[in-house]
């Protein structure tokens, strides 16, 4: 009995999913910390200062009844953030478009989203990895001297919050102040013994589910986040085989963030379609822009304390 086969016909072919499943992603952050930003601009330019106004000292001494009071002067200070101009674009060509099987626009459209979303985050990051109120776990007194062993504990957790209510800093909604530590720190956190360290309350606790989730959660005043994009510098402990990761610790207004508003800038990216320009418009261009910069506002609203893990890569 003759058979129609596959060798027959050519109608059977390969099969594709049609989803474009993209990288892991991380969630951004540190953008959406900045909470001092332009409220009454005075005009377009090219930076934007903000304003801090200082208190008089506290007047304890007594009045003498005939004797006038000597008038003292009020002072501010401020913080100048300049935006700066940054972005990203790729250019898909008319036969790209024509043969594909996947629908190119929204790919592009996705991949160019997140693109900016992340470069803008990174950039808002550096101003996060930047502040100067640093402490360092165990025996180190700065960041090429942190060994091996100078893990985080829970000690870091009580010590920022000391510091932070000290300086008056207010808390974030929720009555809380933010911890943005690596799942590595956290790692080492959860490992802690004893009855002063996380896993005790846990345990012993009337609930166990932070230890069946694994999440860190409220801890010791702070609103615990784990994100493996918490600051990490690379081979830059007390040998070239140990990595410093960058607890961060704070409440409200401790990084400022000023952008262009004008000239098609905003609060936030944008997406822009250039111009096709080539002779036979085979070319679209598709790329994003934005101008905006970050600076520390106030420096008592963000702790940080630099430690290793005992699980980093290069430990």
Known sequence: MPFTTTGSVTYDTAAYDLLARFAYRPELYFDGWCDVKPTAQSHRGSSVTFYQQSDMAVATTPLTEDVDVSPVAISNTSVTVTPLEYGNATVTTARLD?????????????????NAGISIDTVAGLAWAAGTNVSYQGAAT????????????????????????????????????????HPNTAYDLKSETGDLGWRAPQVYGASQAAIANGEIGAYEGFRVIVSPRAPEFINAGVTSTVEVYRSLFFGREAIAKAHWGAGGYGPDPSVVRGEVTDILRRFTPIGWRHAVGYSTFRTDAMRAVESSSSIATNV
Do not use: C, W
């Not at 024509?98 to 997140?114: C, M, R, W």
């Not at 985080?152 to 010590?159: G, N, P, V």
């Open 98 to 114: 024509a043969t594909s099987h996947i629908e190119i626009d929204p790919l592009v459209a996705n991949v160019i989203g997140y």
């Open 142 to 181: 700065s960041r090429v001297t942190v060994s091996a062993g100078n893990v985080l504990t829970s000690a870091a957790f009580r010590r920022a919050f000391a510091q932070l209510t000290a300086a008056n800093v207010p808390k974030h909604d929720g009555g809380m102040y933010i911890a943005m530590i």
